[in-house]
């Protein structure tokens, strides 16, 4: 959708006029839009929220509370047994294997917690840790997930397209391993998961690079063809050992895509409520940006440049300028390329750098979603021209999973 820079500059700074630099905001009406066009476009099928792309337990209860979310994707077991305990969701599914001995301690002495909370597994050393800790005589049976390694590997394997995941890649490998896991005792296989993040994750409209566009767009569907047939036989191998309660799959980027693929039963997603800068690269879908924070300017160093206080908030991933913060509001300024953003200060160049006075406010946009929440304690949320609330981030509640 079209944005009035200008008006949402405004509506911002005049909402939070009381505040003092740096702070986060998240734009409700924004948030709540990205909400609804994400289970529109998941077609019926039910959506995940990913924990990580969040990190506010306000705003997962918010998505939570909306017709067509269910369950929450945790990043970690400690993060997954404080959202169930709190109340945030009944059903949460850990997306990484977990070697963490005191959570698994924990969900095994907690009946309510093993029955809400679902553990990734992709290799029988994972079993056997978790035998380790409590052995299957002493400790209600344990939810398992199987993870698919979802990348495409063409030419014989000898090309790797997506991420490092699951060491299970075909169909055959995932029934042996569920296989493995209905054997034993004190576990319960109920769900199967993967992630086709070369396809969710991988903007396929770079900014002024068409020819990488198109080379995109072309192995992202040559990677959903292959994936949808492996999927559905791995979908069918396990199923011959265990009756699966969900097969998960897709993400932000893939909503649409991974919802119409018949062997899936329930998608993720979790940026697109914040609307971050990696996803201004996709054609299919671009959120509406909900997510900001505020620096200040503090000097005018020379003609045309003003530097605002911080704003080095950089974003994981491969060291590039698609992981630096953009400077959005005013429209037309830009980082220095040797200097970048800084982490106390940060010059900015630009049509709109002259304009700025000291105290100015300059909105920022992260390249993620949820690690913005990393670097503050709270988020102000904005309705119109008013913070209506100030509700704490994972940090600000005390945690640090990762």
């Known amino acids: 959708m079209a944005i009035d820079r200008d008006k949402l500059r405004d509506r911002l700074d005049r909402a939070t006029a009381h505040l003092d630099p740096p702070y986060a905001v998240v734009d409700l009406s924004a948030f709540d839009a990205n909400a ?82 679902t553990l990734m597994v992709d290799d029988a050393g994972q079993l056997d840790l978790i035998d380790q800790v409590c052995p299957p005589g002493r400790r209600p049976a344990l939810r398992i997930c199987l993870e698919l390694d979802a990348s495409w590997r063409p030419l014989g394997g000898r090309v790797h397209v997506g991420v490092r995941r699951s060491p299970v890649h075909s169909a055959g490998a995932a029934g042996t391993l569920a296989a493995a896991v209905a054997g034993r005792p004190g576990f319960r296989l109920v769900g199967l998961m993967s992630y086709e993040a070369q396809i969710a994750g991988l903007g396929d409209a770079p900014p002024g690079n068409a020819v990488l566009g198109t080379a995109i767009r ?35 980027g893939s ?96 049509d709109a750098a002259t304009a700025l006075r000291i105290g100015d406010r300059v909105w920022f946009r992260h390249a993620k979603a949820g690690e913005l929440c990393e670097h503050v304690n709270e988020v102000h949320l904005v309705d119109g021209d008013s913070v209506v609330a100030t509700v704490p981030t994972y940090r600000g509640e005390g945690h640090a999973f990762l």
């Not at 040559?222 to 199923?239: H, N, Q, T």
């Not at 990696?278 to 530097?307: E, I, K, N, S």
């Not at 491969?318 to 992981?323: K, L, Q």
């Open 36 to 117: 609804g066009a994400l289970v529109d476009r998941a077609a019926g099928k039910p959506v995940r929220i990913a924990s990580k792309s969040v990190r506010v337990r306000d705003l997962l209860t918010r998505a939570l509370a909306r017709p067509g979310w269910r369950g929450v994707m945790a990043f970690t077991l400690p993060e997954a047994l404080w959202l169930a305990r709190s109340g945030v969701s009944d059903d949460v599914l850990v997306a990484y294997p977990t070697a963490d001995r005191g959570a698994l301690a924990e969900l095994a002495a907690d009946p309510a917690l093993a029955e809400a909370v």
């Open 218 to 252: 072309v192995t992202q569907r040559g990677s959903y063809r292959e994936l949808l047939a492996r999927r559905a036989a791995a979908v069918a191998a396990v199923r011959e050992h265990a009756d699966l309660e969900f097969v998960n799959g897709g993400g932000t």
């Open 255 to 350: 909503v649409a895509a991974t919802s119409a693929d018949p062997a899936v039963t329930e998608v993720t997603a979790g940026s697109g409520l914040y609307g971050p800068t990696l996803f201004d690269a996709y054609r299919a879908w671009r959120p509406t940006p909900a997510a900001f924070f505020a620096c200040t300017v503090v000097r005018r160093p020379g003609p045309g440049l003003a530097t605002v206080l911080g704003g080095g908030w950089i974003a994981s991933g491969p060291a590039a300028d698609s992981r630096l913060p953009r400077p959005w509001l005013p429209a037309g300024l830009k980082l220095l390329g040797a200097e970048g953003a800084g982490e106390v200060q940060t010059p900015l160049a630009g």
